[in-house]
Each structure stands twice: as C-alpha cells, then as structure tokens.
C-alpha cells in the first residue's frame, strides 16, 4: 500500500490518501469504523480510499514503558471484545498516540477472525522491527520483549494475577511464533524485489529460534547484569 497525508494550503486542513496494491475488503473497513475503529472514510474508490487525517505521532520502541504497555493491553482486550477479530498487523506504525495522548489502533487491512494468541505473538515479534529503517527487512533479537514486559501484558489483558493462568497463556502466545513468521513470510512472496527478498532471508531465520528459550535467557542475563556486573 501506498498512504499520503493530502494538506489544503488555504484551509491548512489535510486528508490521509490510501492507495491499495491489492484488492481490499472495504465492507470490513467500513464495519470496524461503525464500531469506533479507525478514522472516518470520506470517500472509496477501486484502489484506495480518502480518511479524515488524524493529528498524531507514532509509537516507538523508545517510547514503551510499563504505563504504555498496559494501556496496549487494555486496547488489545477492548478491540477483541468489541471486533470479536484480531487485527493481525499491530506493529508500531499502527499504534498512534493522539493529540491528546490517547493510544488508538489503525489500518486493519489484515483484520480477521479472531485468535487472541496468535495476534498477541505477532504484536511481540513486531518489536524486532523498525520500518522506518532503510533495512527495514532487518530484525533484532534484542528488542524482543522481556518475561517481565510479557507477563505485565499478558496479566492485564487477562484482568488476573494468577501466575498458573497467565503462565498457561503465555505458552500459547509463544508457541503461534512460528506461525506468525510463517504468514509474514508468504505475505512477502507477493512482492518481487530486493528488500523483500531480504526480509524472507531474514524472517526464515526466525524460525530456527525457540522463542521460550530466548525469554528465559533474557531474566538471565538480567539477573547476571544487575546482581553480579553491577
């Protein structure tokens, strides 16, 4: 897809212009909207649609904090209930942080039936990324959440501090990884060219990756730095 931000240099008011590569669902579009999803579609057409701009900033990995990440939680929690989908795209260009300082979701071209598990893993792998990166493709390991960050997530979206619930629903969120590298890297079959080819390499590798292990190794070297280096 291709987006603009259009300005009206007389009424200094402004537009977001989507142009679609492929064929969108815009009835769904349409419906998230009604239900308070997304911004107000002014106009469609075969390839793209008009929106009402949206003053915001985008979130940034710098940006996260224990504040921030429950109040994803929260929105994660809102939006299943009231979509009964996942949005299946949540990384941090689609998590904008209004004029206001209220969090919203956006662009949810790759909404779907719901599996809570599957698009709260998704929302961890997309942690690795930087898409305003000129390698872009590139993922790095260490931006992958910590045990801390995940159990903070995962407790509140679930309202419980049951460390066996939690526990047993973190194992689920981790074991749909693979599947979520898997749909990326098909996704990135529709494309020919050089920067995707590279972000297939690169996703691959991922896969040889037990991201249960990687977590636990993570609080140790947590454990290491603080009690031992320092």
């Known amino acids: 897809n291709h987006n603009y931000k259009v300005c009206n240099e007389n009424t200094k008011e402004s537009i977001f212009l989507k142009i679609y ?79 206001n300082g209220e969090l919203t979701f956006i662009d949810f071209e790759y909404s779907g039936s719901l599996n809570i598990y599957y698009d709260i893993a998704n929302f961890f792998c997309e942690w690795m990324y930087d898409y305003k990166s000129d390698e872009w493709y590139k993922y790095n390991l260490k931006n992958f959440p910590s045990m801390t960050y995940i159990k903070l997530f995962c407790s509140t979206y679930l309202k419980t501090k049951d460390i ?7 194992k689920k969120v981790l074991n749909e990884i693979p599947n979520v590298h898997k749909f990326w890297i098909n996704w990135a079959n529709n494309y020919n ?29 947590i454990y290491i730095y603080i009690y031992i280096i320092k």
């Open 21 to 99: 590569n492929h064929k969108k669902n815009i009835k769904k579009i349409l419906n998230l909207y009604k239900l308070g999803y997304g911004s107000k579609i002014l106009y469609t057409f075969e390839n793209g649609r008009i929106e009402k701009w949206i003053e915001h900033k985008v979130l940034k990995y710098e940006d996260l904090n224990k504040n921030i990440i429950v109040k994803i939680a929260n929105l994660f929690k809102k939006f299943h209930n009231d979509t009964n989908m996942s949005h299946n795209d949540l990384n941090f260009n689609n998590i904008i942080i209004k004029e």
């Open 164 to 170: 066996t619930i939690i526990t047993n629903f973190i």
């Open 193 to 221: 060219s050089i920067d995707y080819n590279l972000y297939k390499f690169y996703r691959k590798k991922l896969l040889d990756i037990n991201f249960n292990e990687l977590v636990k190794e993570k609080i140790i070297y």
